[in-house]
């Protein structure tokens, strides 16, 4: 279990694409999937660099190294019990673990800091609020007046940085650089703050030295010594602290909160736990700084000693080295530097600082910002099995035209009880009536799973197979589970994953107020996840396919795209980001949207799942006798889908809904768009598509912006029936 997206852990997922080991089965856990090299972010903040320059999306960097992934948050660690415990959902229990979760900046809790300055970590929010602070300045008018505490390395560089770029803004900058100790950059060679200080009197930068923060208003730092500094913004680097999750999760710790860790990277007293980079102290070098060089270092080591610790073997003790290369960007395309007591400094030192900047980032980027590969990458042979690789979730589904073959041939009794929707109905639930009058809906769904992680698996499972009813305006109350345990794990894995997926599903049922009452679980060579869920009809009756009325609008309440974003994600080629948005999109429930339907007297209701949008809005035009004109820009897309869909990556069931083509009549410009193609791909736990009186579809749509966040549009127009080809896809 990696925990943490950090140097170390990137350079292990690199070992492990390179070497794999075929003895280990390797999760990541991160709560963000884009981790930043945080020796660019200076030269990001001058402006030299784009911001996806100094990304490392740890997700396809994983998938080619055969690791699995969790997009979520670590709340703490139980050494004992061997498990990582996660933010709304059952631990994980691992054989080894290591940690890169990096620090904090020390001083937040001082009076107003934490309210009113701009901190350097998580450095991704730094680089994120970059564009903000720049645009404030414009605004400002007049004198800018920026405060950095902070006199080391890195608060040097924002200084030096935030200068330059504001006067190539148009901006006066008036920078004072706040430090505590006695003279710049503290621990490295003199000559390197003599130069800082030379530098920072040519550029007018205040340097105020022995100046302590004791607290910070709304305008105004005040230092401990009485005086106090106005500012217009403050940027906060005052050196690294812990986190305080690992002193609170009971793991031994110096006095600033830093896990103590041994030379071979094992946390003391506890073996399979392994820390590295700024959240760990090493015992027998406990001065070491808080760089990123050092865990840099220490990302071989790690790799080799996992897997040594997995095979029982010796581990190598890590040494961290007595002297590094400081280099540190000035922003106007010079830099400084130090080495083995020396400093040097002019522009030559700064195109070193960049050579081995990016030269370190080809290793890791695997992706650009468009989806396509980079560098090395771009060469490598296609990850192993990636032909024979089949999509699961709704894309794995049976194709329209068998079913229907399918269903016409079945004879049907005819002394059947009162059925409302039976099997030869176009709809997703069957629903009949009781003996005492009540009609009770339900319907069943399972499908292969879309990821490795078998808590968001059995969660979306769960909303997936709730939408259905959900559609028909109907509140589900009861389900039963189907599960299929792969077969090839041991005793205990099987267990640990039937427990993870319906903790997932109670997860998602507690918030739709089901009730699990039990089911089936089997083996099987590929697990499956399904449900059976039931509930009873409400008094004003059904929302069915049949119903909409020429003159309605059409509305659909979740983007599009989790078919191509899932499908590009099993080989290495869907950024993090887009997983992640795919991934909150799917478990977000129809419940929000079913119900402002109902309330605003929508004419008709499906869900999005399998058949993509051109299929299921096929069923819905077809059973309600009419036709529609769809406008494709309209059409929300998830992250990513467009850029992926544009590059010829297809869902393995795609081209089973893109027979729904001939059904269609599309605009001559429109026939090579990839939002043409976004109408086939196969949704898992979609969103609805709804047809609804005109006056009320802005309502609607804003409805559902509002309770569940996700874009919603309305994307055409119901019409009379118009021949075979009813649906009329225009720009």
């Excluded at 089973?656 to 605009?667: F, G, S």
């Amino acid at each position: 279990m990696l925990v943490g997206g950090g140097h170390a852990h990137v350079q292990v997922l690199r070992r492990f694409l390179m070497e794999p080991p075929s003895d280990l089965r390797t999760t990541l856990v991160v709560d963000t999937p884009i981790a930043v090299y945080s020796g660019m972010v200076p030269g990001f903040v001058a402006g030299h660099y784009e911001a996806h320059e100094l990304e490392i999306d740890v997700v396809p960097l994983a998938r080619r190294a055969g690791v699995e992934v969790v997009l979520t948050a670590m709340i703490g660690i139980d050494a004992e019990r061997q498990q990582i415990l996660l933010d709304g959902r059952p631990p994980l229990g691992y054989d080894l673990a290591s940690i890169d979760i990096g620090s904090t900046v020390v001083g937040l809790g001082l009076p107003g800091v934490a309210e009113h300055a701009i901190p350097t970590r998580p450095i991704g929010r730094l680089v994120e609020r970059v564009d903000e602070f720049v645009r404030k300045a414009r605004q400002h008018g007049g004198r800018y007046r920026v405060v950095v505490v902070g006199g080391g390395a890195g608060g040097v560089e924002l200084a030096f940085t935030l200068e330059r770029r504001l006067r190539v803004e148009g901006v006066e900058p008036e920078v004072t650089l706040v430090n505590a100790g006695v003279q710049l950059l503290e621990g490295f060679p003199s000559g390197l703050g003599r130069r800082a200080r030379t530098h920072a009197a040519r550029r007018d930068i205040e340097v105020r030295c022995e100046s302590r923060v004791a607290g910070v208003t709304d305008e105004r730092v005040m230092l401990e010594s009485g005086d106090s500094l106005g500012y217009d913004a403050l940027i906060w680097v005052a050196g690294a602290t812990s986190h305080g999750i690992l002193e609170a999760s009971g793991l031994p710790t110096d006095r600033r909160g830093f896990v103590r860790i041994r030379s071979t990277l094992q946390v003391e007293g506890f073996d399979t736990l392994f820390a590295v980079g700024d959240c760990a102290t090493l015992t027998e070098a406990p001065g070491t700084p808080k760089a990123g060089v050092y865990a840099v270092r220490q990302g071989p080591y790690l790799a080799d000693n996992l897997r040594a610790a997995a095979a029982g073997d010796r581990l190598r003790p890590y040494q961290p080295q007595g002297d590094f290369l400081t280099l540190l960007n000035l922003g106007d395309g010079s830099a400084l530097g130090a080495k083995w007591g020396s400093s040097f400094e002019g522009r030559w030192v700064m195109g070193l600082k960049d050579r081995i900047d990016r030269k370190f980032m080809d290793r890791f980027q695997v992706l650009d910002s468009s989806g396509a590969e980079l560098n090395d990458f771009a060469a490598m042979p296609p990850m192993a099995g990636a032909s024979s690789m089949t999509c699961g979730g709704c894309a794995a589904k049976l194709g329209q035209d068998p079913l229907a073959r399918v269903l016409n041939r079945l004879e049907l009794p005819a002394d059947r009880p009162p059925i409302v929707f039976g099997a030869e109905a176009s709809e997703d639930v069957v629903a009949y009536q009781l003996s005492g009058g009540d009609t009770v809906v339900a319907s069943v769904d399972a499908f292969r799973p879309f990821s490795d992680d078998p808590f968001l698996v059995g969660r979306v499972a769960a909303v997936n197979a709730a939408s259905d009813l959900l559609a028909k305006g109907v509140r589900p109350t009861y389900a039963q589970a189907v599960v299929a345990v792969p077969d090839a794990l041991a005793d205990s894995a099987r267990e640990e994953y039937l427990f993870q997926t319906l903790s997932g599903a109670m997860a998602a049922f507690a918030e739709l107020g089901v009730t699990l009452l039990g089911g089936h679980t089997t083996t099987a060579p590929a697990p499956l996840v399904g449900f059976h869920v039931e509930g009873t009809a409400p008094p004003e009756g059904l929302l069915a396919k049949a119903g909409a009325q020429p003159g309605d609008l059409l509305v659909v309440t979740k983007p599009l795209g989790t078919g191509v974003v899932l499908y590009s994600d099993m080989r290495g080629r869907a950024r993090g980001p887009w997983l992640k948005a795919a991934q909150q999109m799917m478990i977000v429930s129809n419940a929000a949207a079913a119900q402002a339907a109902r309330a605003l007297g929508a004419s008709a209701a499906t869900d999005i799942t399998g058949f993509g949008l051109a299929g299921h809005l096929g069923d819905l035009l077809l059973a309600s006798g009419v036709g529609a004109r769809l406008e494709l820009d309209k059409v929300p897309a998830l992250p990513g889908a467009l850029e992926l869909l544009e590059r010829g990556e297809r869902s393995t069931f795609h081209p089973e809904n893109r027979k729904a083509l001939d059904q269609l009549r599309v605009d001559d410009e429109l026939s090579d768009s990839p939002r043409l193609e976004l109408l086939f791909d196969p949704q898992t736990s979609g969103g609805l598509l709804l047809a609804v009186p005109a006056g009320v579809a802005d309502a609607l749509v804003e409805r559902v912006k509002e309770a569940i966040g996700l874009e919603a549009a309305v994307v055409g127009e119901v019409t009379a029936a118009a021949g075979e080809k009813a649906l009329v896809v225009t720009g």
